[in-house]
């Protein structure tokens, strides 16, 4: 699928699963065939089926072919449902969207309409607001900040199912200190990672809880432009992360999965020059993670900058024009960067609205 290879993404999934593909398979087939008739019969069968069709559809149509009007059409379909959870699962999904597509602005809108009290959309709402590539306004951060101030974690409003509640209150100390490292207040953000260090947990959780605490110290030294002390920070961290604390019916879990340390490890790579082991690093640090979707922009920008300093102008062209077609509705403020990307991509390959070779397919059908 991510080669697009859809023949025989298509054969492996029939002798997998026969003729009962799952749906989200079969809706990406239909928008490469240009096979409107069949994508709206898709539609209608998710909108009689239940919701973990539609929103699994929506995160392999964004994934795998970036073409976020059809995902959202997907998603939107639990916004009809008749049970809450339901309803909020589909708006937490379209936040998500949002985020890949660089809206800070319209996923703070989705995150709001979601029911009050449902469990883990402040947090994730928290989690979105310390995405390092995000314009996120200091009122929102500062509003956020107090809301997770307040959580209690063993009330109503927490993570969701076991084991993730049980690191509720180090999922608290977590974002605590990465908002507070957003807002400068570093020796705040440094006191919660202290008692981050601090705090109890089952053995099994212990190296996950003492990398967070790394996490959140290793974004202030960055915040300092300490780099080389940020990838200090990073190094013994290993992704030894339990599987089960990375996802929830109908959602990956994005709190525990450590997009955030390996974003920072990318980003102090690239600042020392270290151009090849960045690059490798991006390649394959966010491939399957819960949170891949969001990072994918900022990783094909990086990508193209990095390539393109290597003297590799065929795959920064690709990379930008992936970087180009997946922020093109960023807020107003990250304009820049797509501008910058499209001028790029135009002196690398002579006109701005050159396709680069390997560049995922365009697709009309159902808009």
Known sequence: MREGRYALSDSLFRQKFGATTPLGHRAILAL???DSSSLVRLLEEARKSDYEKSVFAAQWISLYLYDFAIAERFARLGLE????VVRDSSQRQLAW?????????TARQRFAAVERGSAGTKQLEALSATLPFLLVPRNDLEAILADIARWDPGGPAGVGLEPATTLGPHLRLYLLGLLTSRLGREAEALEHAGALEKLAAPGEFMPLVRDLARTVRADVAWRRHQTAEALRILDPIQGEIPFDLLSLPFFSLPFFSEEHARYLRAEALYALGR???????LETA??????ELVYLAPSHLRQAQLYERLGDRKG?????????????ECDPGLRHLVDEAKARLT?????PSARPERDRPRH????
């Open 32 to 34: 490469v065939r240009h």
């Open 81 to 84: 449902s008749g049970r809450p």
């Open 97 to 105: 969207l949002a985020l890949a597509q660089g809206s800070w602005a």
């Open 275 to 281: 151009d090849r082991e960045a690059l490798q690093w």
């Open 286 to 291: 966010f491939v399957g993670t819960p949170a």
């Open 316 to 328: 920064a062209a690709m990379h930008y024009g992936q970087f180009i077609r997946l922020w093109k």
């Open 347 to 351: 002196q690398l390959v002579g006109e």
């Open 364 to 367: 009309t059908a159902g808009h």
